[in-house]
């Protein structure tokens, strides 16, 4: 089945203790990016991922650090969490072909910093 | 830059009502745009999509069209179910080099029997 999982699905943890989501997707795509989601916000984007070893930012990088050393593997990672990074994050997938295909997302990671 | 507005929620309607969740968008060049959906404690599925003008984005009832004109991508369907109650949310893509989805706020959307 074609999907993108995240680990863990729900996190609770203490200001600046480090921690990382994980994202896999077996769909073999290039394009891979991380959102985050608030309340009357909608879904902002914190990086993408072009291919393995491109990275760059989103709109909201701060504050996290991503990785894409394997195709199907696009960590994010928060190196001192803080409240403000309490948040519905979502990794999502999708081919190159420019814009106008489908993008597939994970099912959500429910962090709360205290 | 490029942005997309979508009515407030939330929206509560009866069963085999008609639905329409407003959406206009500000972008540069031609966007595509995307109806996502995203129900109780999942991820968000794509509903429909629509690449270029006068298209018409079309799934499980739901429809949409491109217009130009009025930079929108209203979302409707003749008659929902309890089964659509969800978070719909409006989004475009125009970065070519990055395919960032700009999303609007999301709408609610609650079907009672």
């Known amino acids: 089945e074609a999907q993108v999982t995240q680990n863990p699905r729900y996190l609770i943890t203490v200001t600046g203790k480090k921690l990382t989501v994980t994202c896999s997707q077996n769909?073999?795509?290039?394009?891979m990016s991380w959102y985050r989601q608030d309340p009357g916000l909608g879904l902002r984007q914190i990086y993408y991922?072009?291919?393995?070893?491109?990275?760059d930012k989103g709109d909201v990088p701060e504050g996290y650090k991503v990785s894409r050393k394997e195709k199907r593997n696009f960590p994010l990672i928060l190196e001192s969490p803080s409240p403000n990074q309490t948040s519905l994050y979502f990794c999502?997938?999708?081919?190159?072909?420019?814009?106008?295909?489908?993008?597939?997302f994970g099912p959500g990671t429910r962090l709360l910093v205290l | 830059g490029n942005s997309v507005t979508q009515m407030e929620g939330p929206v509560t309607l009866s069963e085999e009502a008609f639905l329409t969740i407003n959406c206009t968008y500000t972008?540069?060049?031609?966007?595509?745009l995307f109806w996502y959906v995203q129900y109780p404690g999942e991820g968000l599925q794509l509903l429909l999509k629509?690449?270029?003008?006068?298209d018409k984005g079309s799934n499980k009832g739901f429809e949409a069209t491109y217009r130009k004109e009025t930079t929108s991508f209203h979302l409707e369907k003749g008659s929902v179910q309890v089964s659509d109650s969800a978070v719909y949310f409006c989004?475009?893509?125009?970065?070519?080099?990055?395919?960032?989805?700009?999303f609007g706020t999301g709408t609610r959307l609650t079907i009672i029997p």
């Open positions: 769909m073999n795509h290039e394009y």
């Open positions: 989004a475009l893509s125009s970065d070519f080099g990055n395919e960032k989805l700009t």
């Open positions: 999502a997938s999708g081919p190159p072909q420019g814009f106008g295909e489908t993008q597939y």
């Open positions: 972008a540069t060049g031609y966007p595509s």
């Open positions: 991922s072009m291919n393995v070893e491109v990275t």
């Open positions: 629509a690449t270029k003008a006068d």
